[in-house]
């Protein structure tokens, strides 16, 4: 079994030393993507259809009864 | 050869590497059928390929190698995978991975780790480890892997055979698992340079469900020009201080020699920043790694990802759930994406009087399968010659150059954003010496 804690607790000194690493760079611009994001959106028209795409889920479903996925219940 | 022949050929050799978490045999061989029948003429007819289970090939499993979706078979294409159908190829199967892709050993799987056919008994890199020991077993002609911050070089490079990460956004990540969505791309691994850069040119160009994906066009139209002379390469005095082994350090070398002979111009440059590029990457992959793993949450896909991952997996979300935290951000991730802006600049300048870049691809040799590396910065210490590719989202690609102790190392290229097709040139003439 993993034990949570010890590794937060570990992990946090891993970032702390990486933290210390970059004490060096200096004040900049932050990249967070190198290229232009952009917000795409479709035509407004009617989306695609998805033809067989219910009997492809029913098919893909582990357990499917009488016309409902059966889902486990949290644990 | 006929598509059926070449798929029967691969189907009689075992997999004794655990390459492979699912193949489909039968699946394969209908479709090697059709495509014999219809005399395909697609720039992949024929080619058996293998797929890491990061990305979606419709009716497969596309397990992330993890417990998490043990049960998800994926219902849709992946645009790479769309475009390598509609070239004829045939997808034998689904291969073993880094859980979640977090690794660089092949090791954290949740299907048990995979064997290097080139260095049996070591480790084959990863995290795209079953792609490139099915290529390098001679299992499937080509694989495709994922590359967030090595995931097809290191793996590439220990296993003996050709990786290439493009520019950021050549390539679609649709129907990608993504693990750190500013940094990866799918990625091709091959025998030879040619295979790679084919099955590149075949998965790249614009995809409107990616947002990220570039208008790039016939960027491979040239085709291979594996001239090395005249070439400018830069090496950066910085490197050698960083690779572990001697061994690779001398193969690097001698590669680095070889060039001059054939042509080419060995330019120092410099990187000073090279050695925070671990510590940056880190950062941003937890923060991107826990925003990724969301979903996972017991309701829409599979069982809940804390409740069932490996210790490496769990790591990076809980270290990205703790930087995420408002109080941390200008601490950590903050001043990470101002380091990936340096060592963006830094590497962009170097690149600025040269060619491309030659460097090693990894700092030490691959070490012993069952012998666990305690401490994770060991494992991240793989991955420090193939990060800043990825932070600055520049094409580099690993050739073959040469081996220590009968072990491949492979020599990294890396060029200019856009330029892909000089760095696969260079490979080319390399790989050609």
Redesign the interface.
Same mark, same amino acid.
């Given at each position: 079994m =993993?034990n949570?804690e010890k &590794?937060?607790e570990e992990? *946090?000194k891993? &970032?702390e #030393?990486?933290?210390e %690493? @970059?004490k060096g760079? +200096? #004040?900049?611009? #932050?990249?967070?993507?190198?290229?232009d994001? %952009?917000? =795409?959106t479709r035509p407004d028209a009617p989306g695609e259809s998805h033809v067989g795409?219910r009997a *492809?889920?029913e098919d @893909?479903a +582990?357990k499917w009864d009488d016309g409902y996925v059966r889902c486990e219940k *949290?644990? | 050869m006929k598509a059926l022949e070449n798929l029967e050929e691969k189907l009689e050799k075992k997999d004794k590497v655990n390459a492979f978490i699912k193949t489909y045999p039968e699946k394969a061989r209908e479709r090697a059928k059709a495509m014999d029948a219809e005399g395909g003429k697609g720039r992949l007819t024929g080619k058996v390929l293998a797929v890491k289970s990061n990305t979606c090939v419709d009716g497969f499993l596309t397990s992330c190698a993890s417990k998490t979706l043990e049960d998800y078979v994926a219902p849709y294409d992946a645009t790479a995978i769309e475009r390598v159908m509609d070239e004829g190829a045939i997808i034998l199967g689904m291969t073993n991975m880094d859980e979640f892709a977090c690794g660089a050993s092949g090791e954290t799987s949740s299907y048990g780790p995979t064997d290097n056919p080139a260095a049996p008994g070591r480790i084959p890199g990863g995290s795209s480890s079953g792609s490139a020991a099915a290529v390098a077993a001679g299992y499937v002609d080509m694989a495709l892997g994922s590359d967030t911050g090595g995931s097809v070089r290191n793996p590439a490079s220990h296993c003996g055979v050709v990786g290439f990460k493009s520019t950021y956004g050549l390539v679609s990540r649709y129907g990608l698992c993504d693990m750190a969505m500013s940094l990866e791309q799918i990625a091709p691994i091959g025998r030879s340079v040619k295979d790679v850069a084919l099955l590149l040119d075949v998965i790249s160009g614009k995809d409107r469900r990616d947002a990220t994906s570039l208008d790039v066009t016939n960027w491979f139209a040239k085709g291979l020009d594996p001239k090395l002379k005249g070439k400018k390469i830069g090496y950066a005095k910085e490197f050698d201080d960083l690779i572990v082994d001697e061994g690779i350090e001398a193969v690097i070398h001698e590669g680095l020699e070889k060039m001059k002979k054939a042509g080419a111009k060995i330019k120092e440059v410099t990187l000073p920043s090279f050695d925070k590029a671990v510590a940056t990457y880190y950062l941003n992959v937890y923060v991107e790694f826990f925003s990724a793993t969301r979903k996972y949450d017991g309701r829409r896909y599979g069982h809940k990802i804390e409740d069932v991952c490996g210790e490496e997996v769990l790591r990076r979300i809980l270290l990205g759930s703790y930087i995420s935290q408002k109080e941390f951000q200008g601490k950590f991730y903050r001043k990470a994406l101002q380091a990936r802006s340096v060592i963006r600049s830094e590497l962009l300048r170097a690149l600025k009087g040269v060619d491309v870049l030659a460097s090693p691809t990894v700092p030490m040799l691959p070490h012993k399968l069952g012998e666990k590396l305690k401490d994770p910065r060991a494992m991240y210490a793989y991955d420090v010659f193939t990060v800043p590719a990825n932070l600055a989202g520049v094409p580099a690609g690993v050739v073959p150059g040469g081996e220590v102790k009968k072990i491949p190392t492979g020599l990294q290229i890396i060029g200019k954003p856009l330029e892909d097709q000089k760095v696969l040139d260079v490979m080319a003439g390399f790989e050609a010496l």
């Amino acid at each position: 079994m =993993v034990n949570q804690e010890k &590794i937060l607790e570990e992990g *946090k000194k891993i &970032i702390e #030393e990486f933290s210390e %690493k @970059l004490k060096g760079i +200096p #004040e900049t611009e #932050e990249t967070h993507y190198v290229v232009d994001l %952009k917000n =795409v959106t479709r035509p407004d028209a009617p989306g695609e259809s998805h033809v067989g795409f219910r009997a *492809k889920f029913e098919d @893909l479903a +582990p357990k499917w009864d009488d016309g409902y996925v059966r889902c486990e219940k *949290k644990r | 050869m006929k598509a059926l022949e070449n798929l029967e050929e691969k189907l009689e050799k075992k997999d004794k590497v655990n390459a492979f978490i699912k193949t489909y045999p039968e699946k394969a061989r209908e479709r090697a059928k059709a495509m014999d029948a219809e005399g395909g003429k697609g720039r992949l007819t024929g080619k058996v390929l293998a797929v890491k289970s990061n990305t979606c090939v419709d009716g497969f499993l596309t397990s992330c190698a993890s417990k998490t979706l043990e049960d998800y078979v994926a219902p849709y294409d992946a645009t790479a995978i769309e475009r390598v159908m509609d070239e004829g190829a045939i997808i034998l199967g689904m291969t073993n991975m880094d859980e979640f892709a977090c690794g660089a050993s092949g090791e954290t799987s949740s299907y048990g780790p995979t064997d290097n056919p080139a260095a049996p008994g070591r480790i084959p890199g990863g995290s795209s480890s079953g792609s490139a020991a099915a290529v390098a077993a001679g299992y499937v002609d080509m694989a495709l892997g994922s590359d967030t911050g090595g995931s097809v070089r290191n793996p590439a490079s220990h296993c003996g055979v050709v990786g290439f990460k493009s520019t950021y956004g050549l390539v679609s990540r649709y129907g990608l698992c993504d693990m750190a969505m500013s940094l990866e791309q799918i990625a091709p691994i091959g025998r030879s340079v040619k295979d790679v850069a084919l099955l590149l040119d075949v998965i790249s160009g614009k995809d409107r469900r990616d947002a990220t994906s570039l208008d790039v066009t016939n960027w491979f139209a040239k085709g291979l020009d594996p001239k090395l002379k005249g070439k400018k390469i830069g090496y950066a005095k910085e490197f050698d201080d960083l690779i572990v082994d001697e061994g690779i350090e001398a193969v690097i070398h001698e590669g680095l020699e070889k060039m001059k002979k054939a042509g080419a111009k060995i330019k120092e440059v410099t990187l000073p920043s090279f050695d925070k590029a671990v510590a940056t990457y880190y950062l941003n992959v937890y923060v991107e790694f826990f925003s990724a793993t969301r979903k996972y949450d017991g309701r829409r896909y599979g069982h809940k990802i804390e409740d069932v991952c490996g210790e490496e997996v769990l790591r990076r979300i809980l270290l990205g759930s703790y930087i995420s935290q408002k109080e941390f951000q200008g601490k950590f991730y903050r001043k990470a994406l101002q380091a990936r802006s340096v060592i963006r600049s830094e590497l962009l300048r170097a690149l600025k009087g040269v060619d491309v870049l030659a460097s090693p691809t990894v700092p030490m040799l691959p070490h012993k399968l069952g012998e666990k590396l305690k401490d994770p910065r060991a494992m991240y210490a793989y991955d420090v010659f193939t990060v800043p590719a990825n932070l600055a989202g520049v094409p580099a690609g690993v050739v073959p150059g040469g081996e220590v102790k009968k072990i491949p190392t492979g020599l990294q290229i890396i060029g200019k954003p856009l330029e892909d097709q000089k760095v696969l040139d260079v490979m080319a003439g390399f790989e050609a010496l």
